[in-house]
């Protein structure tokens, strides 16, 4: 059976990282095995879903290099969770309740001191038609939940019952159905929790891996019953540790410094951003991965460890920088000529810039010192000035290349008998205007001699 895993946002607002970390499991578990990748927008919640935080979140799936297969919304899909819920109300899985919260608050508080555990206790099953008929009278809608199956033939006698499954994340889980509630899986309102949709949704989408965040491994041994109750043979599962800000505390929505869409807008790289969210919390080194092949390569769900990572995003610049360093131009070069930067002299150009660059955009700046003029304040002294003249005079004729700065400067230095710091800086802030910067052995070709001496001071 061919891999198909999902990846499910709600688009109630954009993506941060620690989903991110969700979606490169999925994406990368089925780049491993040749398999599909579905993008499945969880938006039953009409209300707070919005089509721009869906547009988004494809957006920076696509920044990141997770390109779907398949993209599906729920709120398409309505009229397959409603023949779903019924067939559960007609087999009796699906039973009508009418407790309000402060109800089943009280009863939860007197299971407790009776030390029971604090389950529901089923009593809507005990309700007799008539007694329903009354309360839906009184202007009570009910809200349904799933009866799950933790006993044998009396509902009201619960004993363990154990689901296991080998998750591909943290091996062998198991979960006992008697000691979780029957979960609601559709609302007074009608509307439907997330459970049952998403049940359906990978029953009918073929999905054969849900791998998503830990804290929904509880849930998974009610879905697992669901899927059964379904008539359908449960996919493999697998729960991965959440990310943490440093400090500790849970990413949410709102950390909105972390989002794909703000760590793209600072100029991070995407792949310095993937690479984090995948390696850190496991045993593999956080290195940056230049391609998503090599990623793929390095991801091993099963290195994951049990406990949440801190994330800390100052570790993004330093990879990020790492990636620009190291990046061919060939890869590079369809957005350097979006910068402008393209001809003979691009491929030279990168080569010679990017071990200093922040961001791959700030190669504008080096483009614009090296094909216009010096660029910033960074002034010389008078005694500078002079020196920087008498240096001029003894820059060697052209064909210029990697070595022309080395014979320059060794026949500037056996000239004035200035060195060091104080015979390269004057020349740097000369010729480029900035006390730092790329290697000027690089630079200088790329000038050439007459721009070279057009920016004698
Ligand atoms: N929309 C759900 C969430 O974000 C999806 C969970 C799942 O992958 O099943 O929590």
Redesign the pocket.
């Known amino acids: 059976m061919t891999v198909t895993v ?1 990846f ?3 688009p109630t607002g954009r993506i941060h990282i620690g989903n991110t970390r ?1 979606a490169l499991f999925n994406w990368l578990y089925a780049r491993k095995h040749g398999g599909r990748f579905i993008l499945r927008f ?1 938006d039953t919640d009409l209300e707070r879903s919005r089509k721009d935080y869906a547009d988004g979140i494809a957006r920076d799936l696509d920044w990141l290099g997770i390109l779907p297969d398949q993209t599906v919304a729920q709120s398409e899909r309505f009229g397959s969770y409603d023949a779903a819920a019924a067939r559960l109300k007609a087999a009796g899985l699906l039973y009508p309740c009418y407790e309000t919260p402060e109800e089943l608050e009280r009863r939860r508080k007197i299971r407790l001191s009776r030390r029971l555990p604090p389950v529901y206790g089923r009593e809507a099953l005990k309700l007799t038609e008539e007694e329903k008929a009354g309360l839906e009278a009184e202007g009570r809608m009910p809200h349904w939940r799933f009866l799950l199956p933790n006993f044998a033939d009396d509902p009201f006698a619960t004993r363990r019952t154990e689901v296991h499954w080998d998750d591909v994340v943290r091996g062998p889980q198991t979960v006992d159905l008697a000691s979780m509630s029957d979960p609601v899986l559709i609302r007074a309102d009608g509307t439907y929790l ?1 459970t049952l949709p ?1 049940v359906v949704d990978d029953i009918d989408l073929g999905i054969t891996h ?1 791998i ?2 830990d804290d ?1 491994v509880t849930n998974t041994g009610a879905q697992i019953a669901l899927f059964r109750a379904l008539g359908a043979e449960p996919p493999a599962f697998g729960h991965h540790n959440l990310l943490t800000t440093v400090s500790g505390e849970g990413l949410s929505k709102r950390t909105g410094a972390l989002s794909i869409a703000s760590l793209r807008e600072s100029g991070i790289e995407p792949m310095a951003v993937a690479s984090l969210a995948v390696l850190i919390g496991t045993s593999e080194n956080v290195v940056a991965a230049a391609t998503m092949e090599e990623l793929a390569d390095r991801f091993e769900p099963t290195a994951t460890s049990r406990s949440a990572a801190k994330f800390d995003p100052a570790e993004l610049s330093g990879l990020s920088r790492q990636l620009i360093q190291h990046m061919p131009y060939d890869e590079a070069a369809r957005r350097l000529a979006a910068l402008g930067i393209d001809g003979a002299k691009a491929e030279a150009f990168w080569n010679a810039v990017r071990g200093n660059l922040e961001r791959l955009d700030d190669a504008s700046i080096w483009w614009r010192i090296v094909n216009d003029k010096p660029d910033g304040e960074a002034g010389l002294s008078d005694e500078d000035r002079v020196f920087v003249r008498e240096a001029m005079q003894h820059l060697p004729q052209e064909p210029w290349d990697g070595g022309t700065w080395r014979a320059w400067t060794d026949a500037v230095k056996a000239a004035t008998g200035r060195k060091g710091r104080a015979l390269f800086m004057p020349l740097r802030v000369a010729l480029t205007g900035r006390e730092a910067g790329p290697e000027l052995a690089g630079l200088l070709p790329l000038l050439g001699r007459e721009e070279t001496l057009a920016r004698r001071p």
């Open positions: 999902r499910a946002p709600s969700t969880d997330y998403s849900v998503r965040g929904h």
